[in-house]
């Protein structure tokens, strides 16, 4: 089972719809949780992370982290065809000497007007 | 403000020929990596460093070199390119957040990609 599982997709949703983009992890360890965004032919930027558990919103953008569960969500409300991208889940355990960040393979979303 | 600045952008090689792709950071940053991005495999660590002077393997390092003698400059060498070394690469430098709890989160700022194809 690989560390990070996320849907590649594609999905397709209407303009203002709300988004879900899910990732699910197997290692207890992470601590850390961030989404990532990437456009085509672009490097990924960082929308949010967060620290353990619970909820943390940004504008249009809300993540969830259930530790319980090792599920982290990332909601897009009212979607716009800007939104259209590839987003990817990251993680990286506690401790000050780790770096390392495992990815999840990404979701293709494209938002349509 | 340039942030993470790779080069070059598009690369054709030989099998069998060498070279480096460059990676430059100017955020002061004291930690730097090196990623390829392949279809359905997504984003895997190549080499990584901690420091000027400190580097180590990451997820796929085989026929890979790093060296890191300044902060700002983090290059990735390809020994004897392959047909399986065809990929997108992307730098990336970071910084801990420490606005949360632990030892705060890494944050990458990622370089805009090179692409390279291998013949």
């Known amino acids: 089972q690989k560390e990070v599982e996320q849907d590649p997709g594609p999905l397709s949703v209407p303009e203002g719809a709300i988004v879900s983009l899910n990732c699910t992890y197997s290692n207890s360890a992470f601590q850390y949780f961030m989404w990532y965004r990437q456009y085509s032919r672009k490097g990924p930027e960082l929308l949010m992370y967060t620290y353990s558990s619970g909820n943390k919103e940004d504008g249009r953008f809300t993540a969830q982290v259930d530790k319980s569960s090792k599920y982290i969500s990332l909601f897009i409300r009212d979607s716009q065809p800007s939104d259209s991208a590839t987003y990817l889940c990251a993680m990286s355990e506690g401790g000050g000497s780790n770096y390392k960040l495992t990815f999840g393979k990404g979701t293709l979303l494209t938002v349509n007007p | 403000n340039a942030g993470v600045t790779q080069t070059p952008k598009f690369q054709v090689l030989k099998t069998g020929q060498s070279m480096t792709l460059q990676c430059a950071q100017d955020m002061n940053h004291e930690y730097m990596s090196w990623y390829r991005q392949d279809p359905g495999m997504g984003l895997r660590l190549i080499h990584y460093s901690v420091g000027a002077g400190i580097t180590d393997q990451g997820e796929v390092p085989n026929g890979y070199n790093v060296s890191r003698s300044t902060t700002e400059d983090f290059p990735l060498r390809l020994l004897s390119a392959a047909p399986s070394q065809t990929s997108v690469y992307f730098c990336?430098?970071?910084?801990?957040?420490?606005?949360?709890?632990?030892?705060?989160?890494?944050?990458?700022?990622f370089g805009a990609g090179s692409r390279l194809t291998v013949l």
């Open positions: 990336a430098s970071s910084y801990r957040t420490l606005d949360q709890g632990g030892f705060g989160a890494n944050v990458l700022t």
